[in-house]
């Protein structure tokens, strides 16, 4: 049996049996493989069960006002995605009368839709020819064919796209693709592949030289940003002041409550007296409680943030500051380290 054969017959075996595997609907699909970016199958599941429930067409969908999308993200991180769904289902709307495309060379003009995401619903909703390069795909590749050129460098990109297209059984893609991908998420995971169950081993470059841990290879690129934000929480018990974020930032056209962000972690008379507090919160901020720094990190950034309850409301507000009764603060969408934040502070 060859490479591909091999992976199929053991996915027909021990595949996971996933909702979205059941259908050929672009729409079910494109809602899975967006969930799933960069977020575990168990953490997604819930999230789709709730997508597909809430908005079964891709129409529906499109009617959807973006707090809603947002709301129904909440917890799940990478927010722009829940925003890019909703322009690519209008788009979808507007430009395929609400019938979400199949082929790829429609599904990459799309918003928020890449190689990977293209090749994924064209060949699982109309078994088009078209190999998927993921991150298993990458793994599984780089070890098998003992690949060493970096997976996130432009020649790397390349290459694996080549070698998956070379592989790929043009006849049942949908069937491969699915197969390839299952087997680095099962067998050849990140760490600790399961070598010794592996129906390729006797081929695979890195099984014969030793060499999992080595492949695949990333350039290490991206610069971490190290961020202060000091959360300010005024309520009068049954209202709270609140903040919406802007387009520009994380968690844009979110909620989260009042804040100052400084270049370093502070000292409170040093935050008492920062020129934004004068300002808003006035000359005599009396702080009621200051809670330990606590670290998030996200995919680029790391933030460091610490809640300061204050006992007197702001002198002025900013244009984004509302208040909002407490019982319907469920409504906003927020950012989880604001949802846990409040959750624990009200509760
Ligand atoms: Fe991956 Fe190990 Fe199989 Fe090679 S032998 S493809 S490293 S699981």
Known sequence: MNFSDELVNWYTQNKRDLPWRHTTDAYIIWLSEIILQQTRVEQGLPYFYRFAETYPAVTDFAA????????????????????????????VQDLYGGKFPTRYADLIKLKGIGEYTAAAIASFSSNEAKAVVDGNVYR?????????????????????????????NKKNSALHNQAVMEFGAMVCKPKNPACGICPVRLDCYAFK?????SLPVKLKTVKVRQRYFNYFLYTDGEHILMNKRDESDIWANMYDLPMIETDGIAPVNKLITHPEAVNYFGEALEISTISEVKKHILTHQQLYIRFITIA????SLKPNWFFIKVENLQTLPLSKVIFIFLDNFLN
């Open 312 to 315: 007197k409301q702001p002198v």
């Open 209 to 213: 030289h030793n060499a999992t841990t």
């Open 64 to 91: 959807a006002e973006e707090n809603e999308i947002l709301k129904l993200w909440q917890g799940l991180g990478y927010y722009s995605r829940g925003r890019n769904m909703l322009k690519t289902a209008r788009m």
């Open 140 to 168: 599984v590749l780089a070890r098998y064919l003992g690949i060493f050129e970096p997976i996130n460098s432009t020649a790397g990109k390349k290459l694996f796209q080549l070698k998956a297209n070379d592989f790929l």
